[in-house]
């Protein structure tokens, strides 16, 4: 007899729709950066520090993002979820 295996729920079955985040990245970014991260606005902040935010579809997307900005030599201070 076969025994019958678990339903595994992956991460991006279980993500809310429209789900924000903003990036606070230290220093100016150039626009050559910036044009890595078409899917992401830019935030007028006069700190000398960037915010970026923007829709984040799953978690998939998420590590991406996060493999972009360490690629790129980019310090993340601060990562937060927005409000619905």
Excluded: Q
């Amino acid at each position: 007899m076969r025994m019958k295996e678990p339903d595994v729920v992956r991460p991006e079955s279980s993500w809310p729709g429209n789900v924000r985040y903003t990036f606070l990245i230290s220093g100016s970014l150039s626009d050559r950066v910036l044009a890595a991260f078409p899917e992401l606005d830019v935030s007028d902040v006069t700190t000398g520090d960037t915010t970026l935010f923007g829709r984040v579809d799953g978690p998939t997307d998420l590590r991406g993002m996060l493999a972009r900005f360490d690629a790129l030599g980019l310090t993340i201070i601060e990562m937060r979820r927005l409000p619905d």
